[in-house]
């Protein structure tokens, strides 16, 4: 496990190549690029491009109902037409399906007033028609009089009024406010929606006839999004008169390679290496065998290009975790049967081997936990049996599993302050550390040890861990009484994480937690099927089973979830908080995509 070395790349060229430059720079595939341009909000409002259209557009082909037969002829593709056509179709499609339903609500409220249209002002004396909606409790308090007025409808609850007058009547001369009808007639309206309905169908056979595009449109939806990917990295490179700079991160055993490249396409390339302001991304490494470590490590956390890689540690201690969370052999083998029946479905990518790689030990780590706690589906099998010889650890001891959970706890942070002291440069930055490790094995030793001289030994080493702590709270030279002060705070301030390491060594304690309710649980539903299977004779079995099948899909579900969230949570909370000082940014190379058919 390490973080590779870097170097930072600097690329001159000519300004009308720079286009080709960047294609065959994403061809190349090695190089983290560095923005140049200061204009960074313009660098923001420069859109996606054709790569985020064309995921869209292909989106919206897949989710037709109605597919056509794909068309497999690259010749016969225009991707830009193609594209543009899909997008458009979507967006009239929508506005299509609005149009209906605001013309169906229209429709609805105007069908009560019937069939009508405004006449010209003239003709009526320059009155105008105002509609009222009236509630039928509420019609005995409309007045008549002085009014020209008329009930065009009326069904149980309300009554539908068109009063006449030149100007809107005041709000106190009807119990209601106006309604606003519109000036379209019922027929208008109708027409407009059998209109509406009839471009809708067109619409979507549109969409339909679209669809034979979709398979040509996937494979080239990488070449869309490296594209636009190469349209924004332009915008980062900086300009000057004829000639261009690009500047990037790269690996340093990489450099002989990159010159070839530069020499190969008539570029200068000038190396520096990482100075103390630099702050270069971090570029893991590992075998693979615990290559998805790294996965686990950035989903949480990139540790500083400065730091040191955790992937190994966090990937060995998140198999345990988890193990210690599921805890049952059953579970275990049946969730390692899946994974073999659908391997390949793991085998397109190299995430998806990676995760398959993981989740394989995960439910070893699960089946292990399982057979050492005795406990298969729920059920423990008898003591004078060979499974239940393999049986070491009862859950149920609560005292027994609070010890060991404590112990993982206290050696996991142990382990994270003596990596993070291997590591570090500074006094402080080296026996800091080391005093928290005296500290945590000091009361480690104090709990578990009572009665043996551990009891003893255990006080001493808290005490020297925390003088150590407070010694090196800090690297501040002392020279002067107020430096000799702050000095002082300085070691009583770091003194203060005493209640971090506290409270992150109990923390571990919900390996323990989880894995008994999880084992209760099963057991519960394997008691309540059977009470059904004897409560209903005959059709009693098939509820059990239901029982059963349900019962433990769900504890199995609720397993995986508490087994990830916790498992991971303990390595990138706790582990992290002791063991990581900084935290980095990902090496993203500017690469081409890989074409997934």
């Excluded at 945590?440 to 040890?449: D, Q």
Aim: hydrophobic share 45%; with cysteine; aromatic share 8%.
């Amino acid at each position: 496990m390490t973080i590779v070395p870097l170097v930072k790349v600097n690329v001159v060229g000519i300004l009308d190549d720079k286009e080709k430059v960047l294609e065959t720079a994403q061809a190349f595939g090695m190089l983290h690029l560095i923005p140049l341009t200061s204009a960074q909000k313009d660098l923001e409002a420069v859109p996606q491009g054709l790569g985020r259209d064309a995921a869209s557009a292909l989106r919206w082909l897949m989710d037709c109902p109605a597919q056509r037969r794909p068309v497999t002829d690259h010749d016969r593709f225009d991707l830009d037409a193609v594209v543009a056509q899909t997008l458009e179709n979507r967006k009239a499609l929508k506005s299509c399906e609005d149009l209906i339903a605001w013309l169906g609500q229209r429709i609805r409220d105007v069908e009560p007033w019937g069939e009508f249209s405004f006449s010209d002002l003239a003709e009526i004396g320059d009155n105008r028609l105002w509609f009222y909606v009236v509630p039928t409790a509420k019609l005995k308090h409309v007045d008549p009089a002085d009014k020209i007025l008329e009930i065009v409808h009326k069904d149980r609850y309300r009554s539908y009024i068109v009063l006449l007058a030149p100007e809107e009547p005041p709000v106190s001369a009807m119990p209601v406010p106006r309604v606003h009808v519109g000036a379209e007639s019922l027929s208008t309206l109708k027409r407009r929606h059998d209109d509406a309905l009839i471009e809708l169908e067109e619409l979507e056979l549109e969409r339909q006839m679209l669809t034979k595009w979709r398979y040509v449109l996937a494979q080239n939806l990488a070449a869309a999004r490296d594209r636009s990917a190469r349209q924004r990295a332009g915008l980062e490179t900086a300009d000057v008169e004829r000639l261009f700079v690009m500047q990037a991160w790269a690996r340093r055993d990489q450099t002989e390679e990159i010159q070839d490249f530069a020499a190969e396409h008539d570029i200068a390339v000038l190396f520096e290496e990482v100075s103390q302001e630099d702050a270069p991304p971090t570029l893991l490494e590992n075998a693979a065998a615990v290559e998805a470590g790294e996965d686990l490590v950035e989903f949480y956390q990139t540790p500083g290009y400065r730091d040191w890689d955790p992937s190994a540690i966090v990937y060995v201690s998140f198999v345990i975790f988890f193990g210690m969370i599921m805890t049952d052999g059953g579970y275990g083998l049946l969730l390692l049967l899946l994974l073999y029946l659908f391997r390949k479905r793991f085998a397109g990518s190299d995430l998806g081997r990676r995760m398959y790689r993981m989740s394989v030990w995960l439910m070893i780590s699960t089946t292990a936990f399982g057979v050492a706690t005795g406990s298969y589906f729920g059920v423990a099998p008898p003591p004078d049996s060979f499974l239940g010889h393999l049986k070491f650890m009862d859950l149920k001891d609560v005292d027994a599993m609070m010890k060991i959970t404590l112990a993982i706890g206290v050696l996991h942070i142990v382990l994270a302050n003596l990596v993070r002291a291997y590591h570090a440069e500074t006094p402080s930055g080296r026996y800091q550390p080391v005093g928290w490790c005296l500290v945590a094995l000091g009361g480690l030793a104090t709990f578990l040890g009572a009665g043996t001289f551990l009891a003893e030994a255990g006080p001493a080493a808290v005490v020297l861990g925390l003088l150590t702590v407070g010694f090196y709270g800090s690297d501040r030279k002392v020279d002067s009484v107020r430096s000799g002060g702050l000095r002082v705070f300085d070691g009583l301030a770091a003194l203060a994480r005493i209640v971090n390491i506290f409270s992150d060594v109990l923390s571990y304690m919900r390996l323990f937690a989880l894995g008994l309710a999880a084992a209760s649980l099963a057991e519960t539903i394997n008691n309540l099927s059977g009470q059904l299977n004897a409560a209903v004779p005959g059709i009693g079995i098939l509820i059990a089973i239901a029982v059963l099948t349900l019962g433990h899909g769900i504890n199995i579900g609720l397993g995986l979830i508490a087994g990830c969230v916790h498992g991971l949570r303990l390595n990138v909370i706790e582990f992290f908080n002791w063991g990581l000082k900084d935290e980095g940014k990902p090496f993203r190379p500017f690469k081409k995509e890989e074409t997934r058919l």
